[in-house]
Nanobody, 126 residues
């Protein structure tokens, strides 16, 4: 059974940092593109970052470029999202998701991904 479990969400002050984890089971993260999306109340789900471990390709939305870093630890079968210089507008539920292949299609679109985690809440206070 394919499963993705996010963790690391918290309440943090603006300018702070958080690291989200996405632990995968039932498949190997090295074989599939992994994406991070977020959804704030009343807003559409936004593709934030993605990684394809097979070719090392990464993607960042303009809204997070230079502040967020995605990385994959194949030994732990986990993908991380390091978030620095957080802003109140980064407040959202963050989801990780696995694509249908190792190819990372960009920009990130929900329909290119199949399995989703339950999400983790990040709140950035001003």
């Amino acid at each position: 059974e394919v499963q993705l479990v996010e963790s690391g969400g918290s309440l943090v002050q603006a300018g702070g940092s958080l690291r989200l984890s996405c632990a995968a089971s039932g498949f190997t993260v090295d074989d599939y593109a992994i994406g991070w999306f977020r959804q704030a109340p009343g807003k559409e789900r936004e593709g934030v970052s993605g990684i394809s471990s097979s070719d090392g390709r990464t993607y960042y939305a303009d809204s997070v470029k230079g502040r967020f870093t995605i990385a994959s630890d194949n030994a732990k079968n986990t993908v991380y999202l390091q978030m620095n210089s957080l802003k109140p507008e980064d407040t959202a539920v963050y989801y990780c998701t696995a694509g249908g292949s190792s190819h990372l299609y960009t920009p990130l679109v929900s329909s290119d991904f199949g399995s989703w985690g339950q999400g983790t809440q990040d709140t950035v206070s001003s």
